[in-house]
């Protein structure tokens, strides 16, 4: 066997092995629709998967997003503290200027230390009564939101074409490296080719 046949072989394998890995990354996406040929059914592994890969997001999606674990970090103490300052701003303004405005004679009987004490009272109620309302706030956005079932919806009906843009932009980097890993592993092959045809020949 001569260099340049040698040569040669380690090219074509080298190209096999880049084309193949192309070929292996296209059949994911395609064909889209199914197409039969000689009794066989040929999809692309995505499409043909897309429901069951739809269902398998959305219960991941609800075991991480637990509305049991969102109710009980939206209604901690922690964050009722954090909205106090603006509640506080709210019932001011309420006491001191709406209440006013709607009931003027009561501005002639209510004092400064009675406002204090309404506006205490409403806060201290108001912190009370926070988890229960949040509470009944998710449990109620659970009913109506169907996350597991809204999420497989909205995948299941994605069109094949724009999760196939999707992944080719996310993971575009990433498939030219293994392309040319599938040139890298074919050249080797070549090689070890041309090596047992010079060995035997």
Known sequence: MTLMN???IILLSA????????????????????????G??????????????????GRA??????????????SSPDNFQKLKPELERHVDH??????KEVFPMLSMFIGEKTINQFR???LTELEQIFPQVM?????????ELNLEKTITEKIAGLPI??????????AGRQLKKLYLLGAVFGGITGIITAAILYWFS
Do not use: D, W
Not at 94 to 99: E, G, I, P, Q, V
Not at 162 to 170: D, E, G, I, P, V
């Open 94 to 99: 309420f006491l001191n200027h709406k209440l």
């Open 120 to 122: 205490q009272a409403f």
């Open 6 to 8: 040698a040569a040669i």
């Open 161 to 170: 074409e724009k999760l196939q843009a999707s992944f080719m932009q996310l």
């Open 61 to 74: 999606a609800t075991a991480a997003f637990s509305i049991t674990a969102i109710t009980e970090k939206i």
């Open 15 to 38: 190209l096999s092995g880049f084309c193949l890995t192309r070929i292996l990354v296209a059949l994911l996406f395609s064909p889209g629709r199914p197409v039969h040929i000689a």
């Open 135 to 143: 509470a009944h706030y998710t449990g109620n956005l659970q009913n």
């Open 40 to 57: 066989f059914k040929l999809q692309g592994l995505i499409p043909g998967q897309q429901e069951k890969l739809a269902e398998a997001a």
